[in-house]
């Protein structure tokens, strides 16, 4: 069992950044991949970015281009996922969520956090 725990969500203004974290307990010893995905109201939850073990990172198109920064980093020391993200704009609204792939023999199941709600206004 993996448990992810999110922070970082919040308030913005349009222009602004945002730097989400998910901090990973449990069997972290075969965590595969970390990564994001926001969901909208009412919409099914989309990939916004990932990185493996190794630091290989993906990016969802919708999010390539849309933050200044390619953004999403890990910590393996301190078990974390970091998401930043600069020039957010009132579409970014979403919830986010964290995820992690872990190896459990054959299987890949994966662990979600609770999500924390990204709101970007003015």
């Known amino acids: 069992q993996v448990q992810l725990v999110e922070s970082g969500g919040g308030l913005v203004q349009p222009g602004g950044s945002l730097r989400l974290s998910c901090a990973a307990s449990?069997?972290?010893?075969?965590?595969?991949?970390m990564g994001w995905y926001r969901q909208y109201s009412g919409k099914q939850r989309e990939l916004v970015a990932r990185?493996?073990?190794?630091?290989?990172?993906?990016?969802?198109d919708s999010a390539k281009g849309r933050f200044t920064i390619s953004t999403i980093s890990r910590d393996n020391a301190k078990n974390t996922v970091y998401l930043q993200m600069n020039s957010l704009k009132p579409e970014d609204t979403a919830v986010y969520y964290c995820?992690?792939?872990?190896?459990?023999?054959?299987?890949?199941?994966?662990?979600w956090g609770q999500g924390t709600q990204v709101t970007v206004s003015s």
């Open positions: 995820y992690a792939v872990v190896s459990v023999g054959s299987r890949f199941p994966w662990f």
């Open positions: 449990g069997s972290i010893f075969s965590i595969n991949s």
């Open positions: 990185i493996t073990s190794g630091g290989s990172t993906n990016y969802a």
